[in-house]
């Protein structure tokens, strides 16, 4: 081929999509020193840097246009394939949008959760501090097995705080029990482990100290108990 003939394929060549005999032809006359060719293809590297670079449209040769959509498979000539790739970035940043508003739905979710529990928490170690400072409170400690103290107030109820509590299987949680004398376990309320092998349980409201015998805990099904299920874990005398 002749300097003349290669002179608009450089553009390609420059881009890397040339190939067989005609990017064999522009590699010969290049690797001979040709001038004609040198210059052809620094021509063609600041058309293609204008091309790249530039924000004002570039109207490429027709043949560079041509031969450039045929070497990605793209044989139609006009500016149907731009269309469906616009339309096809649209539908990408649409679902990239879309997964970011559930993203940031699912967070502002979990933050309110988060700021209900700690909010819970912050009222139940308020009410705790209050109970705990009533000249009226009892303290009993236990120790066997799990380990704490049990604290009565008359009018305020009854506080459990506990350590050394056994891991519990899946389906199964903490059942506090208030057991007067010559009486049957009443249900005083449901309680997770706040950390390893700790709780902390409050149940508000008045409480007849005079007539409760015991303070238990029993390991039950998460939906409760309205009696003990199982042997206490608890079993605090409060006489």
């Given at each position: ?166 891991a519990l299987d ?37 409480v007849d100290v ?30």
């Open positions: 081929m002749t300097c003349e003939e290669l002179k608009d394929l450089y553009e390609l060549y420059a881009l890397g999509v040339l190939d067989g005999e005609e990017r064999d032809e522009a590699e010969a006359h290049l690797s001979r020193g040709c001038e004609v060719c040198k210059r052809s293809l620094n021509d063609a590297l600041v058309i293609n840097t204008m091309l790249l670079s530039s924000t004002a449209a570039a109207a490429p040769r027709r043949r560079l246009k041509r031969r450039l959509m045929a070497s990605v498979g793209v044989e139609r000539t006009g500016w149907g394939w731009a269309a469906a790739l616009a339309a096809a970035c649209m539908l990408v940043v649409a679902l990239w949008l879309s997964v970011q508003e559930r993203h940031r739905a699912s967070e502002l979710a979990e933050a309110r959760r988060t700021l209900m529990q700690v909010s819970a928490q912050r009222d139940t170690m308020s009410q705790a501090l209050s109970f705990l400072n009533q000249p009226e409170t009892q303290q009993v400690g236990f120790s066997k097995g799990p380990r704490g103290n049990v604290f009565v107030n008359p009018r305020s109820g009854v506080l459990l705080i506990s350590a050394n509590l056994p899946p389906g199964k949680i903490f059942e506090m029990w208030l057991i007067p004398k010559g009486g049957a376990p009443r249900p005083a309320g449901l309680f997770q482990a706040t950390g390893p092998g700790s709780a902390f349980h409050l149940l508000p409201g008045p005079s007539t409760l015998a015991v303070v238990a805990v029993t390991i039950e099904p998460e939906a409760g108990s309205a009696s003990p299920t199982t042997t206490p874990i608890i079993a605090v005398p409060l006489s």
